[in-house]
């Protein structure tokens, strides 16, 4: 079982960066791999990033590679999301996930374990 706790988010500016973390519960986190999602209003889940269970390998949606990096620590349990240079269209709900076998990175109902959510709000 994996509990996951997400903080950070805010309203920015057009241009600003925010870094949102998740935390996690239970001892087995460090073989789960770790995904960002984000649903604006009215819109479907959209995968943002996703990083393996070693963080060896990340993997990130065409509309933010460059932007956002995704990194965990696992002794501390934690996943980040650093944001930079962000737009309006950044304006979402994110949640992060946690999944046993990462298999299709940007399929959400691969992931078995999400956390509430947490308000990005960039102006312009």
């Known amino acids: 079982q994996v509990q996951l706790v997400e903080s950070g988010g805010g309203l920015v500016q057009a241009g600003g960066s925010l870094r949102l973390s998740c935390a996690a519960s239970?001892?087995?986190?460090?073989?789960?791999?770790m995904g960002w999602f984000r649903q604006a209003p009215g819109k479907e889940r959209e995968f943002v990033a996703a990083?393996?269970?070693?963080?060896?390998?990340?993997y990130y949606a065409d509309s933010v590679k460059g932007r956002f990096v995704i990194s965990r620590d696992s002794a501390k349990n934690m996943v980040y999301l650093q944001m930079n240079s962000l737009r309006p269209e950044d304006t979402a709900t994110y949640c992060c996930?946690?999944?046993?076998?990462?298999?299709?990175?940007?399929?959400?109902?691969?992931?078995?374990?999400w956390g509430q959510g947490t308000q990005v709000t960039v102006s312009s």
């Open positions: 996930a946690a999944v046993r076998v990462l298999r299709r990175v940007g399929v959400p109902q691969d992931y078995d374990y």
């Open positions: 990083i393996t269970w070693s963080g060896g390998s990340t």
């Open positions: 239970g001892r087995t986190f460090s073989s789960y791999a």
